[in-house]
Each structure stands twice: as C-alpha cells, then as structure tokens.
C-alpha cells in the first residue's frame, strides 16, 4: 500500500511540468508551516494576503507546542528500518531521507 502511495503518484507528477505540481515533506510542514505555506504559494504564483500569513503563524505556534501521545515502534509491525530503507531506496534517495537508524526517530 505504501508503494502505491509514493510511487504511483510520484510517476505520475514526473510526467507533468514541474511548474504543475510540488512535492512537500511532512516534516517540513510540521517544523515550519508557515514557510512550507509560503513556498507552496510561491511555486503557484499565488499571491498570500497578510490576514492568512497571521493565521498560519498561529496555527504553526499552536502545533510546536502540542505533543503526541501517541508512540510507533516497527517492532509492533513486525519491520525493521533495514527493511523498509531497502524496500523504498528509491524514495529515501528521492527526498534524501536518513537511512541510518535513530533511537529518537521513532515517535
């Protein structure tokens, strides 16, 4: 499922001009938004008025001060990091994701 998720659409979007489509990182959104938000406007040449910037500072102060309760581990789902970097090598070199396993990573 998750191959369908970041290829299929991945082999789609390269088909197209990239002025058409833009690709955004979780973690990007979740560290900075209102960049993310900005640059996502930028690419699209849409201009972003000054009551929506204010809004999505709020909005990215609110989210840095939530914490999740929620904790993931692979073991529960029976994968290592080995096995999935190997599996989706493609996509880790795609967007540069770290491949090398770290303790903190895992929530």
Known sequence: MISHFYRDPLN?????PPERWKVIIYTNM??????????????????MTAPYAQTLQKEQEKAHRYKSKHIYSLD??????????????????RF?????YNSSSQS
């Open 96 to 100: 540069e994701f770290e491949k090398v």
């Open 30 to 47: 979740v560290t900075d938004l209102a960049q993310t938000i900005a640059t996502i406007y930028s690419h699209f040449c849409i201009d």
């Open 76 to 93: 529960k789902f029976v994968l290592t990091r080995e096995q999935i970097v190997k599996r989706y090598e493609d996509i880790f070199n």
């Open 12 to 16: 789609i979007l390269d088909r197209l």
